[in-house]
């Protein structure tokens, strides 16, 4: 007979870790930021568990698998809900949820799991319910960057729900103008005076200890986690997210920050993803639209060449550590890899490959010391350390990147 639902949840990512880079290059795609929590958040928080990781060998030191006797193994992609979560609960033992052949979770014991020696492979050969032939059934999933930006919205109102329910926000100062139909929420040593915020559009989250300088506009949905800070006068249209200790100024639209990111000055930003420990220099401007309102496309690194969005709004993909200087112009649906450097007059070219350095005027390879150095600072500003971890899988990055720098 069955016992309790198991809490041990090993998040997998699948073939689509290569359609989401950069930003996969440094994470799991469980680690990908969408809504107000990162996709393993949120699992966790429905599932009642703890998650950890199947991923690419060279991420396996920071982010390792744990295996115990019942194992509830979930593919990254998926974003959960209610119907799919109810689905989940109901596996037995050594039962797998299908689409299209595609294993989208599985109940396993440690002994099946570790004789499952091909990995994620052999994984996909077990066989339960196909949820393509069960009628009504509609779920998300994140396969590409800009997947990101254009689920924020959804993703804000489900977690607003998850993270905020039968909870009170903290007194909203009459100092702030508010108006709209969704709520307002703000955590524990939140701060916000003299902003207009409006929620018509979605609810606005403020995290713990976050920032919301006076003079803001902001309309929903939009998050700005633990420890992020809104800078006076800032302009943000939802859904924007804010990930932990991010900065944010300007003018901002659609756009997701994925932690420890700066865009604290003017200049626009709008249908974009930025990853960790970026900075976006003052009066940076990406454009997100074409003049000739085509579908924009943007740079795969699995095809090698430019696939269409099917978007007429997309703007600047950004891997992490990767840095703008001040009046960076960034055409439409522009890639940039990890740990490059933009600068200069003109519009650079539309695919930036990793540890890239330079501009419209061409560039060179970022050296990787160089690169590591610049991090570890970055990293001491905020109290934290860029561990043995961080420095292996950069340099990883910077020698399986190298045949698409000059």
Same mark, same amino acid.
């Given at each position: 007979?069955?016992?309790?639902?198991?809490?041990?949840?090993?998040? #997998?990512?699948?073939?689509?870790?290569?359609?989401?880079?950069?930003?996969? #290059?440094?994470?799991?795609?469980?680690?990908?930021?969408? =809504?107000?929590?990162?996709?393993?958040?949120?699992?966790?928080?429905?599932?009642?568990?703890?998650?950890?990781?199947?991923? +690419?060998?060279?991420?396996?030191?920071?982010?390792?698998?744990?295996?115990?006797?019942?194992?509830?193994?979930?593919?990254?992609?998926?974003?959960?809900?209610?119907?799919?979560?109810?689905?989940?609960?109901?596996?037995?033992?050594?039962?797998?949820?299908?689409?299209?052949?595609?294993?989208? %979770?599985?109940?396993?014991? *440690?002994?099946? #799991?570790?004789?499952?020696?091909?990995? *994620?492979?052999?994984?996909?050969?077990?066989?339960?319910?196909?949820?393509?032939?069960?009628?009504?059934?509609?779920?998300?999933?994140?396969?590409?960057?800009?997947?990101?930006?254009?689920? *924020?919205?959804?993703?804000?109102?489900?977690?607003?729900?998850?993270?905020?329910?039968?909870?009170?926000?903290?007194?909203?100062?009459?100092?702030?103008?508010?108006?709209?139909?969704?709520?307002? #929420?703000?955590?524990?040593?939140?701060?916000?005076?003299?902003?207009?915020?409006?929620?018509?559009?979605?609810?606005?989250?403020?995290?713990?200890?976050?920032?919301?300088?006076?003079?803001?506009?902001?309309?929903?949905?939009?998050?700005?986690?633990?420890?992020?800070?809104?800078?006076?006068?800032?302009?943000?249209?939802?859904?924007?997210?804010?990930?932990?200790?991010?900065?944010?100024?300007?003018?901002?639209?659609?756009?997701?920050?994925?932690?420890?990111?700066?865009?604290?000055?003017?200049?626009?930003?709008?249908?974009?993803?930025?990853?960790?420990?970026?900075?976006?220099?003052?009066?940076?401007?990406?454009?997100?639209?074409?003049?000739?309102?085509?579908?924009?496309?943007?740079?795969?690194?699995?095809?090698?060449?430019?696939?269409?969005?099917?978007?007429?709004?997309?703007?600047?993909?950004?891997?992490?550590?990767?840095?703008?200087?001040?009046?960076?112009?960034?055409?439409?649906?522009?890639?940039? =890899?990890?740990?490059? *450097?933009?600068? =200069?007059?003109?519009?650079?070219?539309?695919?930036?490959?990793?540890?890239?350095?330079?501009?419209? %005027?061409?560039?060179?390879?970022?050296?990787?010391?160089?690169?590591?150095?610049?991090?570890?600072?970055?990293?001491?500003?905020?109290? +934290?350390?860029?561990?043995?971890?961080?420095?292996?899988?950069?340099?990883?990055?910077?020698?399986?990147?190298?045949?698409?720098?000059?």
């Amino acid at each position: 007979m069955q016992t309790t639902f198991p809490d041990n949840i090993i998040l #997998f990512g699948d073939d689509h870790w290569f359609d989401l880079l950069p930003l996969t #290059f440094t994470r799991p795609i469980c680690e990908l930021r969408v =809504g107000i929590l990162t996709i393993r958040e949120k699992w966790e928080l429905f599932l009642e568990g703890k998650g950890s990781f199947i991923t +690419q060998d060279y991420l396996a030191e920071k982010y390792p698998i744990h295996i115990e006797n019942d194992n509830i193994l979930i593919n990254s992609t998926f974003l959960p809900d209610k119907q799919l979560v109810n689905y989940i609960k109901q596996l037995k033992l050594n039962e797998a949820i299908l689409l299209d052949n595609e294993l989208v %979770a599985a109940r396993l014991s *440690n002994v099946h #799991f570790e004789s499952m020696s091909d990995g *994620n492979d052999a994984l996909k050969n077990l066989k339960g319910i196909d949820l393509a032939r069960e009628a009504g059934i509609q779920f998300s999933r994140i396969t590409k960057p800009y997947h990101i930006f254009a689920l *924020n919205g959804q993703e804000i109102l489900n977690d607003f729900s998850l993270v905020t329910k039968d909870r009170v926000s903290l007194p909203i100062s009459e100092t702030n103008t508010i108006y709209g139909k969704y709520p307002v #929420f703000l955590e524990e040593g939140a701060k916000m005076e003299c902003c207009i915020i409006n929620t018509n559009n979605g609810p606005v989250y403020i995290g713990k200890n976050a920032l919301i300088m006076e003079g803001s506009l902001i309309r929903g949905g939009f998050a700005a986690c633990e420890g992020a800070v809104v800078k006076m006068g800032a302009k943000i249209y939802g859904p924007t997210t804010a990930g932990p200790y991010c900065r944010l100024g300007g003018e901002i639209n659609n756009s997701v920050f994925l932690a420890n990111s700066n865009k604290s000055h003017d200049g626009y930003m709008g249908n974009s993803v930025i990853g960790e420990w970026c900075n976006i220099g003052a009066d940076t401007n990406t454009s997100n639209l074409k003049n000739n309102y085509l579908p924009v496309k943007i740079w795969s690194y699995v095809k090698e060449s430019f696939e269409d969005t099917g978007l007429q709004f997309c703007g600047l993909i950004m891997g992490d550590h990767s840095k703008t200087g001040i009046n960076t112009m960034l055409n439409t649906g522009t890639v940039i =890899g990890v740990a490059s *450097n933009i600068f =200069g007059d003109g519009f650079p070219r539309t695919f930036i490959p990793s540890f890239s350095w330079g501009g419209a %005027a061409g560039f060179t390879s970022h050296k990787i010391t160089k690169a590591l150095e610049t991090a570890e600072i970055v990293l001491s500003r905020r109290n +934290q350390e860029l561990t043995s971890e961080d420095r292996k899988i950069l340099e990883h990055i910077y020698l399986n990147t190298a045949v698409n720098r000059p």
